[in-house]
């Protein structure tokens, strides 16, 4: 089967190929190590980082609040996680959230 009018092939890779969870725990674990709780686990870190997500995507789908970049809403969803993960969130440099939310 040839396909002449076919310009590029694409697909969404996000989920099924990117291990998501496994980047961020890997990138967050320093971090807590420093900063976060006794019994912070940067498992349960990423995963309740990443259970945001939906929420938040949600809000700007319904028009509840203006489009703004993904980057955003991850930071947004970071600084309401410290308080759950971190032993003094108030501790935590701007500079150590900004390069974790590139995880």
């Known amino acids: 089967m040839t396909l002449p009018n ?11 190929v990117v291990d998501w969870r496994g980047g ?28 945001r997500y939906v929420p938040a ?9 203006p489009f703004v970049r ?9 600084d309401d996680l410290l308080a759950d993960f971190c032993a003094d969130p108030q501790a935590v440099p701007k500079d150590a959230l900004d390069e974790l939310n590139l995880a």
């Open 70 to 78: 993904l980057d955003v809403l991850h930071r947004e969803n970071l």
């Open 24 to 51: 961020v725990a890997r990138e967050a674990a320093p971090f807590l190590q420093r900063y976060g709780k006794p019994c912070a686990q940067a498992d349960d870190f990423a995963g309740a980082w990443r259970s």
């Open 6 to 16: 076919v310009k590029a092939f694409v697909f969404d890779v996000f989920g099924t």
């Open 57 to 65: 995507m949600k809000k700007v789908r319904s028009g509840e609040r």
